[in-house]
């Protein structure tokens, strides 16, 4: 294999599924960057930034490591998905093993290997333990939909307004650790600005091409369930 580097890209929005030249598949989120190093060295990838899903060709000879915000990656044959945003930089595997390291401290407890249906952390520079996670939650963008069960409102809009231009914003900062839930389609700001005003008693105190603030009604929910439309 001659030495190649290739970056691909994905705008807001957009998913993109690329086939490397190894056999390997990347599947990608929204805005998501990942640098393709491919050689008789071995096989790069750099997750610049986003979210993105790796199917692994088997290649005993040459390991497949993923760099991602402080966090390294390796595997030989599996599938597995990697996060790296601000405020968050996580590993889930699908099948196979993986072994994920602390990219600038090698000491053996910073080092984790996982089984699928596992998630490892990178926080303050050092990794989490394995813990289990929903798949399905974790890999509902690979069906154009975003799961917020379990999170905070914050949480929840800074996952939302990853695949919209038009951002969400709840002017109610008492609200922000609000837990709430719901399943909807990747990109439906109306859906989720309709939901979180019926559920928080708010209204939509302004709206343009690049953000929909919601304010205050009446006294809020300090908690929900959102349906999806």
Same mark, same amino acid.
């Given at each position: 294999?001659?030495?190649?580097?290739?970056?691909?890209?994905?705008?807001?929005?957009?998913?993109?599924?690329?086939?490397?030249?190894?056999?390997?598949?990347?599947?990608?989120?929204?805005?998501?960057?990942?640098?393709? $190093?491919?050689?008789?060295?071995?096989?790069?990838?750099?997750?610049?930034?986003?979210?993105?899903?790796?199917?692994?060709?088997?290649?005993?000879?040459?390991?497949? =490591?993923?760099?991602?915000?402080?966090?390294?990656?390796?595997?030989?044959?599996?599938?597995?998905?990697?996060? &790296?945003?601000?405020?968050?930089?996580?590993?889930?595997?699908?099948?196979?093993?993986?072994?994920?390291?602390?990219?600038?401290?090698?000491?053996?407890?910073?080092?984790?290997?996982?089984?699928?249906?596992?998630?490892?952390?990178?926080?303050?520079?050092?990794?989490?333990?394995?813990?289990?996670?929903?798949?399905?939650?974790?890999?509902?963008?690979?069906? =154009?939909?975003?799961?917020?069960?379990?999170?905070?409102?914050?949480? &929840?809009?800074?996952?939302?307004?990853?695949?919209?231009?038009?951002?969400?914003?709840?002017?109610?900062?008492?609200?922000?650790?609000?837990?709430?839930?719901?399943?909807? $389609?990747?990109?439906?700001?109306? &859906?989720?600005?309709?939901?979180?005003?019926?559920?928080?008693?708010?209204?939509?105190?302004?709206?343009?091409?690049?953000?929909?603030?919601?304010?205050?009604?009446?006294?809020?929910?300090?908690?929900?369930?959102?349906?999806?439309?």
């Amino acid at each position: 294999m001659h030495p190649s580097t290739e970056l691909y890209e994905t705008q807001v929005g957009q998913m993109r599924q690329v086939a490397l030249a190894d056999g390997s598949v990347v599947r990608m989120n929204t805005g998501t960057a990942v640098r393709v $190093r491919l050689g008789w060295f071995g096989r790069e990838l750099d997750l610049v930034r986003g979210e993105a899903q790796f199917s692994v060709a088997h290649d005993a000879s040459k390991p497949f =490591r993923v760099k991602a915000r402080g966090m390294s990656v390796t595997a030989l044959g599996t599938a597995f998905d990697v996060v &790296a945003l601000p405020g968050r930089t996580a590993v889930t595997l699908m099948h196979g093993k993986v072994l994920v390291e602390a990219a600038d401290d090698r000491r053996e407890q910073d080092r984790q290997l996982t089984a699928p249906g596992e998630q490892v952390r990178l926080s303050g520079g050092s990794l989490s333990r394995p813990v289990r996670v929903r798949l399905d939650a974790a890999l509902a963008w690979q069906r =154009r939909l975003v799961d917020l069960s379990g999170l905070t409102l914050f949480d &929840a809009l800074a996952e939302v307004n990853r695949y919209s231009a038009t951002k969400i914003v709840v002017a109610e900062p008492e609200l922000q650790h609000a837990q709430i839930s719901g399943v909807f $389609r990747a990109g439906d700001v109306d &859906a989720v600005s309709a939901a979180l005003s019926t559920y928080f008693d708010l209204q939509v105190l302004r709206r343009d091409a690049s953000q929909v603030v919601l304010g205050r009604r009446s006294a809020a929910v300090p908690g929900g369930k959102l349906i999806a439309s």
